[in-house]
């Protein structure tokens, strides 16, 4: 079945403990990307990548890492987490870079809670 | 930069009847394409329709179909005859060929209850 996934589904933590999300997907796409979702705001992109070793900002990348060593993989990296870090967050990927023509494929979503 | 605002935060309609979400956007761009997507209390993102901004004609997909008013820069989802398995939150996104489309832009989300 074709799907992203990620890990974990809920989480709470502390501040200033790092953590990482994981995001998995199963159907050789290029294009990956992190999206948080918080109310009032919609979703906002926090990092995309174009392919292996090709990453680049979103709208809301203070705070956040990522890394793209092979392709199937995109993990979401909070060195130090905050409070305002509490959010749910979305990762999705796509055969290419072209969301405008390629279907976006959303993970589950993981709810980040940081205390 | 591109934005995009829905100004309807909640919305609450009968089943059976027609509801109509609001969304409106902002760009200087003359090529762009506009969605929308339903999120479902399992937070699933679902593509519910999509626009092409050259295309005049407005799509539709079973009982969702949009009014888009390019030159009022108004993309407005109509849900007819509505199911309770409508219920969820519907984001309106929009994103263009200059930046790449190598990303959505949101809206804040409009919570659409069907009521039995």
């Known amino acids: 079945e074709a799907q992203v996934t990620q890990n974990p589904r809920y989480l709470i933590t502390v501040t200033g403990k790092k953590l990482t999300v994981t995001c998995s997907q199963n159907?050789?796409?290029?294009?990956m990307s992190w999206y948080r979702q918080d109310p009032g705001l919609g979703l906002r992109q926090i990092y995309y990548?174009?392919?292996?070793?090709?990453?680049d900002k979103g709208d809301v990348p203070e705070g956040y890492k990522v890394s793209r060593k092979e392709k199937r993989n995109f993990p979401l990296i909070l060195e130090s987490p905050s409070p305002n870090q509490t959010s749910l967050y979305f990762c999705?990927?796509?055969?290419?870079?072209?969301?405008?023509?390629?279907?976006?494929?959303f993970g589950p979503g993981t709810r980040l809670t940081v205390l | 930069a591109q934005t995009v605002t829905q100004s309807q935060p909640e919305m609450s309609v009968q089943e059976a009847e027609t509801v109509t979400l609001s969304c409106t956007y902002d760009?200087?761009?003359?090529?762009?394409?506009l969605f929308w997507y339903k999120q479902p209390p399992s937070r699933q993102m679902i593509l519910v329709i999509r626009?092409?901004?050259?295309?005049?004609q407005n799509a539709t997909e079973n009982r969702f179909s949009v009014n888009f008013q390019k030159a009022a820069k108004s993309f407005s989802l109509k849900i007819s005859d509505s199911q309770l398995g409508d219920t969820a939150m519907y984001f309106c996104?929009?994103?263009?060929?200059?930046?790449?489309?190598?990303?959505?832009?949101f809206g804040q989300g409009t919570r659409l209850t069907i009521n039995p």
């Open positions: 626009q092409e901004a050259y295309k005049q």
């Open positions: 760009t200087s761009e003359n090529n762009y394409y």
């Open positions: 159907m050789n796409h290029e294009y």
């Open positions: 990548s174009m392919n292996v070793e090709v990453t």
């Open positions: 996104a929009f994103t263009s060929e200059i930046q790449g489309a190598q990303k959505l832009v």
């Open positions: 999705a990927s796509s055969l290419s870079g072209t969301v405008s023509t390629d279907t976006q494929y």
